[in-house]
């Protein structure tokens, strides 16, 4: 018997995941680390706390599996995307924290390139829209706050988001690489030329020494330290979460669409050879490029998704696992009319405010522990209820089903209400790691295990399907009234 390894690298932990080649979780392991919230809206990783999880639940999932390191064909990687780490080539050495996607300390330079009338040519040329959430204004701050210019001219520092740190430091002779994807995601690749782009390095002041070689997201890339599993384990594929799971759902096809539910939700939806312009607020970013061939999708970003379940439990204090909140949410009717906007770090697609904040509205003296936790899990679906809407109104058709993965998809309520209110059924496979699941499939791909991407399509099978049950009329209100809540929050933290 022969096995894949995915290393998935999250935000709030670090995860190996082994699969058998016919996509089998024979185990898993998972190890939280510390968030870092040094000033209002800033959020942060430890470089060590990432490096020190992730080589520790690679050897533990491995001796959970009870196999040796010779049975493992090859390895994956995926990764949170955009949170920046910056380090020096010679030492290792990282210049402070790694900046976390979901900070907006670099609202202000976004909203100076807005000023600037940049916006059009950086959403044509890379499918995104300014934001703080992207990696290219994180860098920029970097440089800045840490005076570092001139080392990274100097080709001395390296950049690179969660895969290209792990892969410096995890693979021999210290690639620094990064894939398509990732490139995709900093706000500097240029999605038609997939190359590093001129134009956009200059406007941020980016040096292009500091930057990671773009890679396919399957073929080698290198080998795994052996003073790691004690044996050289190839390393053949790579690609950020959310195109792990595009994946890893085989949603191969375009049309295909999928949904995970993280620590923010992400919907994606396959389109193909050719790169879609989103008219309503999405993204155009890449699902893939395999063989040199691109692939490309549509997005919308959930800031707020399983990261709102946490709240409750760590910050509120109202329930003791996330698993309470299934429990609590039927022990109630409704919400009451009590509405939760977790907008903790402003407003992603298709809303895009920077300065939007968490609100939580239309409590009355009977709004008790079991509305407020039932409105939480409905304002996940509800945002992406918006994507979906967003993404039927661009692909000019609603899609037949929704595909979902992630932790939060175990939670059946959330789940039916998702179905319930975009109106179509929701399909979640056995297997819910589909992010660790793409990343090995694309390591098999890369590897020679499978002869092509429709060969690993046969990794995924359907658990269970919720099928919409929701009138018209009763949606139609439910959405009313979380646009209503969602436009008390707009703005909210703007001077």
């Not at 939806?269 to 699902?287: F, I, Q, R």
């Not at 039927?392 to 899609?399: F, I």
Request: charged residues 25%; glycine residues 10%; aromatic residues 8%.
């Amino acid at each position: 018997m022969k096995y894949l390894a995915a290393l998935d690298q999250g935000t709030t932990s670090s995860r190996t995941v082994i699969f058998t080649t016919d996509g089998q979780m024979v185990a898993s392991c998972g190890q939280e680390f510390p968030q870092h919230y040094p000033k209002p809206g800033w959020v942060e990783h430890d470089p060590r706390d990432i490096l020190d999880t992730q080589i520790s639940s690679l050897r533990e999932a491995v001796r959970l599996a009870d196999i040796h390191p010779e049975d493992i064909e090859a390895i994956g990687i995926t990764n949170q995307r955009e949170t920046t780490f910056l380090w020096d080539r010679k030492t290792g050495e990282c210049a402070g924290n790694a900046i976390v996607w979901q900070c907006r300390r670099t609202s202000g330079i976004v909203e100076e390139l807005i000023r600037e009338g940049c916006g059009e040519m950086i959403r044509d040329k890379t499918g995104l829209v300014p934001d703080a959430y992207f990696s290219g204004t994180k860098l920029k701050w970097m440089l800045d706050y840490y005076n570092l210019r001139d080392k990274a001219e100097r080709g001395d520092l390296c950049f690179g988001t969660a895969d290209s740190f792990l892969c410096w430091n995890l693979l021999e002779d210290r690639p620094h690489v990064t894939d398509a994807t990732n490139a995709g995601r900093t706000m500097l690749f240029n999605l038609h030329t997939q190359e590093w782009d001129e134009d956009l390095l200059k406007l941020l002041d980016i040096p292009r020494a500091c930057l990671p070689r773009v890679t396919d997201s399957a073929g080698p890339i290198g080998m795994l330290d052996p003073a790691i599993l004690g044996r050289r384990i190839p390393v053949t594929g790579m690609a950020g979460d959310q195109h792990a799971s595009l994946f890893g759902q085989a949603c191969l096809k375009p049309g295909d669409v999928k949904n995970t539910y993280g620590t923010g939700c992400f919907m994606l939806m396959n389109t193909g050879d050719k790169p879609v312009k989103s008219e309503n607020g999405l993204l155009t970013t890449m699902a893939w490029r395999i063989g040199g061939k691109p692939s490309y999708a549509l997005e919308g970003s959930v800031f707020m998704g399983g990261a709102t379940i946490q709240w409750l439990r760590d910050e509120l204090k109202i329930i003791s696992t996330a698993a309470e909140s299934e429990t609590l949410a039927q022990s109630v009717t409704g919400t009451g009319g009590v509405y939760l906007v977790p907008a903790f770090t402003g407003l992603g697609a298709p809303w895009w405010d920077m300065y939007s904040r968490g609100t939580l509205i239309g409590m009355t003296r009977g709004t008790g522990r079991p509305h407020i936790v039932r409105a939480a899990l409905e304002a996940i679906a509800f945002q992406s209820a918006d994507l979906m809407e967003a993404m039927a109104k661009d692909a000019g058709r609603r899609p037949e089903r929704l595909q979902v993965d992630g932790g939060a998809s175990a939670n059946s309520f959330l789940m039916q209400f998702q179905a319930d209110i975009c109106g179509i059924p929701v399909v979640r496979p056995k297997v819910l790691e589909t992010t660790a699941l793409g990343a090995a499939l694309l390591a098999g791909l890369g590897a020679g295990v499978y002869s092509c991407a429709e060969e690993t399509a046969r990794a995924w099978k359907q658990d269970l399907e919720f099928p919409s049950r929701m009138d018209d009329g009763t949606r139609l209100l439910y959405m009313k009234g979380w646009h209503k809540a969602v436009e008390r929050s707009l703005g909210f933290a703007k001077e």
